[in-house]
């Protein structure tokens, strides 16, 4: 998340004088991404939620446009989500929703639906995240602002590759990593390269080069708390499916304590079920049921509430003090306490229930655009990585129409490259292995490493230096 952060507040410094653009990313939003980042870099979630609510409640005094309100409520949207306040998160979506519909604010639109769609997945209804999801994603394509759109299209991209992921459809996903990874290189979407090449390909040169790369982020400074927690949670995943169980109990004890640290249900449960797993493997039945037994408790507090417990609680405390009392008191207590019981049950069940009927209201309608939207997104990535791996004529000038700011810095740099080098640096910027170009271009990895290293010449890069790396970074630099 961090890298997509800097990129933003990059842009605002080229961007601000633009200001007077539908889509503009403004100063007054800058400076509330910049002050909530430190507070979710050290999990302080509810503080950050507070100092937000706060800041946009004096929009007057703190320069703030109606634009810079809404920016404000979506971020405000976020952090309800994150310590798991989903009623007036999704209460907040649906206010912002109707003040954003008859306007053309492209990238405030792209972010309600992108908040809806972490919701959804949170909440676990993975369907409705991919269609929250597209739909950003349509509406940061339709942004004319280049820099605020590829920053935003690298997060939906990365976030489509993780929903597809979470369905178990990895052939989606691994499209929607390579679709982000031409913003960036590739950090929350690491988890699902790992399990594209150790289940799909099983290619052991890529299983290890994605590896190596998630290691490299765990050691990154200043990584967002959530950021490492997933990233670490993956390290442990990989180590069980590789039959590496001390390794993998090292990760996903690392994984709890962060969970335990933020106390977040959602986390909570998913280092649960690969704890339970772990367990089932080594054969340790009854840490598997504790760790089971813990789960259900988990799940139960979590669709219950807390404030019925604590009601609860303050009923058993008040039947003690008065134990002494007539008996017709305790009677009387406990006759309240079931009809108002029973009132909170039955109120909680109307809400849910419609709750579900808007919900289910939204995938028919959603339904309809997904498929669609679907093509529209990957169809013309698809040609060029289809193209890519048949060895087509056609491929770079395919390559050319679908990431033409990229290539139109490659070909600035005047280095005289032949066509084959031209089609090795876009072969690179897809990600692709040594192995992979040279199963796709029908000659042997050595091949493959001496093109590299004479285009490393040409262009006059370090040898200690990521080709791979250098490249994606040229259209920025």
């Keep these: ?42 999990g302080n979630y509810e503080r950050g939620l507070k100092w937000m609510e706060t800041f946009i409640e004096f929009a007057p005094s703190n320069n703030l446009s109606k634009n810079d309100v809404i920016f404000g409520k979506i971020e405000i949207v976020n952090l309800l989500r994150i310590i798991e306040n989903y009623e007036v998160s999704t209460q907040l979506i649906h206010e912002v929703e109707n003040e954003l519909r008859n306007t053309d604010q492209l990238f405030l639109k792209s972010r309600l639906y992108q908040s809806a769609a972490r919701l959804y997945n949170q909440l676990g209804l993975i369907d409705l995240a991919i269609l929250s999801n597209l739909r950003a994603i349509e509406y940061a394509i339709q942004d004319t602002n280049s820099q605020i759109k590829s920053n935003q299209l690298g997060q939906l991209y990365s976030s489509q590759a993780i929903y597809h992921a979470k369905q178990n459809d990895l052939t989606k996903a691994i499209l929607y990593c390579y679709k982000a990874s031409a913003y960036g290189e590739p950090t929350k979407e690491l988890p699902v390269y790992l399990e594209y090449y150790q289940n799909t390909q099983g290619s052991k040169d890529s299983v290890a080069f994605y590896y ?29 499916r590789e039959g590496n169980r001390d390794k993998a109990f090292i990760f996903l004890k690392d994984a709890y304590v962060i969970s335990e640290n933020l106390n977040r249900v959602y986390l909570k449960v998913e280092i649960l079920n690969l704890l339970a797993l772990y367990y089932k493997e080594i054969q340790d039945q009854n840490q598997e049921l504790k760790v089971l037994s813990d789960l259900i408790k988990l799940k139960n507090n979590h669709f219950i509430g807390k404030s019925n417990f604590m ?44 709750r579900v009927h808007k919900i289910n209201s939204e995938v028919r309608i959603l339904e309809e655009e997904k498929e669609n939207l679907e093509r529209k997104v990957l169809d013309s990535f698809n040609d060029v990585l289809e193209a890519a791996k048949i060895n087509d004529p056609a491929f770079l000038a395919k390559f050319k129409e679908v990431h033409s700011e990229f290539w139109k810095a490659l070909e600035s740099l005047d280095a005289d490259l032949t066509q084959e080098e031209y089609k090795l640096c876009a072969f690179l910027y897809l990600n692709f292995t040594t192995k992979d170009i040279a199963n796709f271009t029908f000659v042997q990895s050595k091949t493959v490493q001496m093109k590299k290293y004479r285009l490393r010449k040409k262009l006059d890069i370090e040898t200690n ?3 791979t790396a250098w490249l994606k970074n040229l259209k920025d630099n």
């Design 465 to 467: 230096a990521d080709l």
């Design 311 to 354: 009601m609860i609680d303050q009923y058993e405390e008040a039947v003690i003090d008065n134990n002494a009392t007539k008996s017709q008191v305790y009677v009387v207590l406990l006759i309240v306490f079931v009809i108002f019981a029973s009132a909170l049950i039955y109120m909680r069940l109307r809400k849910v229930k419609k």
């Design 1 to 42: 998340m961090q890298k997509y952060f800097n990129v933003i507040i990059f842009a605002v410094l080229q961007i601000f004088s633009c200001a007077n653009k539908s889509s503009a990313f403004t100063e007054r939003q800058a400076f509330m991404l910049e002050s909530l980042e430190e507070f979710k870099r050290t």
């Design 212 to 240: 190596n790369k998630l290691e490299t982020q765990l050691q990154v400074q200043n990584q967002p708390i959530s950021t490492k927690f997933w990233l670490t949670l993956a390290a442990g995943k990989y180590h069980l």
